[in-house]
């Protein structure tokens, strides 16, 4: 049974700085991509980035771009998303997720880590 932790989240002022990291365990777990989605309260949930194994692509939401950057390690099973210049409207449940699929298809899933940020 493959599980994914997250850990990093917190209260922060804007433009402060946060790093939530993410975990995979359970048995033999091997992803061909890892990312990290989050959901506002009222609103659905929205990819913020994406970070492949095989040549280390990295992609990123417009709304984070030059602002976050994740980074990770394929063979730990482990993916972090530094966060800087935080803004209110990064107030959020920030989810990991994994796939084993070129397509994207997430099918693993954490419990979600709160991020607020004030004003």
């Known amino acids: 049974q493959v599980q994914l932790v997250e850990s990093g989240g917190g209260l922060v002022q804007a433009g402060g700085s946060l790093r939530l990291s993410c975990a995979a365990s359970g048995r033999t777990f091997s992803s061909y991509a890892m990312a990290w989605f989050r959901q506002a309260p009222g609103k659905e949930r929205e990819f913020v980035a994406r970070?492949?194994?095989?040549?280390?692509?990295?992609y990123y939401a417009d709304s984070v771009k030059g602002r976050f950057t994740i980074s990770g390690d394929n063979a730990k099973n482990t993916v972090h998303l530094q966060m800087n210049s935080l803004k209110p409207e990064d107030t959020a449940v920030y989810y990991c997720?994994?796939?084993?699929?070129?397509?994207?298809?997430?099918?693993?899933w954490g419990q979600g880590t709160q991020v607020t940020v004030s004003s």
């Open positions: 997720a994994a796939t084993r699929t070129f397509t994207y298809s997430y099918n693993y």
């Open positions: 970070i492949t194994w095989t040549g280390g692509s990295t």
